[in-house]
């Protein structure tokens, strides 16, 4: 799942409207944004298989550490405690853990039967909606379009940055989408590795958007 955790950040950012647009994309992916460097480092391990799933040609041999529930959990748990403990907000903090939790059970639904629970052990969890391109394509594409919805009824641009900075951000993020869903498989572990960094570019970018939209209401 790519764009489907880009749209609990948004719709999350409804519930918690003090938390920062940029935080609930570093929760809703943060477990995508460690795993990279934890590539890089090692720790985790994956192969390309052109065909291995009718989306993704990427075969996640060993990721415990960024994408066991337990992992996941470990986490959220940090990133929520950091944010108690600097902004004092008990309710915001749950509803970021809850977010980067989020992350787990929407790859549970695509992924191949290749997600840990807990760091050791073999068994593996995965619904495999990734095996049909067009399911793929419906369920995350309606999950993105009514998170948006929901996002945008409830806030509103307090300049134009606020306008175009989101309805570009919601462009790039549709066309990394469709490049990855019907582009070549990639090169090399490298450019996989290095364009999941940039990722990190999109968590900035929603920290930008979120100081110049403010909610509707009281
Ligand atoms: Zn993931």
Not at 36 to 48: D, H
């Amino acid at each position: 799942m790519f764009i489907g955790h880009f749209a609990v950040a948004f719709a999350a950012k409804r519930a918690v409207p003090d938390v920062s647009l940029g935080t609930l994309f570093l929760a809703a992916q943060l477990a995508d944004l460690i795993w990279p460097t934890l590539v890089l480092l090692g720790f985790e391990q994956f192969a390309i298989r052109p065909g291995i799933t009718a989306v993704t040609p990427l075969e996640f041999i060993r990721y415990p550490y960024s994408h066991s529930l337990l992992g996941m959990a470990a986490w959220g748990a940090l990133l929520g405690i950091v944010y108690l403990v600097v902004l004092r907000k008990a309710r915001a903090a749950l509803l970021v853990f809850l977010v980067v939790l989020s992350h787990w059970l929407l790859d549970f639904l695509t992924h191949r039967p290749d997600l840990p629970l807990v760091i050791a052990g073999a068994e593996r969890y995965g619904l495999g909606l990734w095996h049909s391109r067009i399911g793929t394509l419906l369920v995350e594409g309606l999950l993105f379009a009514v998170c948006i919805w929901i996002y945008a009824r409830a806030t509103v641009p307090l300049d134009r940055i606020g306008r175009w900075a989101l309805l570009a951000l919601i462009a790039v993020l549709v066309l990394i989408y469709l490049g990855n869903v019907f582009g070549p498989p990639p090169p090399s572990i490298g450019a996989v590795v290095w364009s999941a960094q940039a990722v990190w570019l999109l968590v900035a970018w929603a920290y930008w958007i979120d100081r110049h939209r403010t909610m509707i209401g009281p």
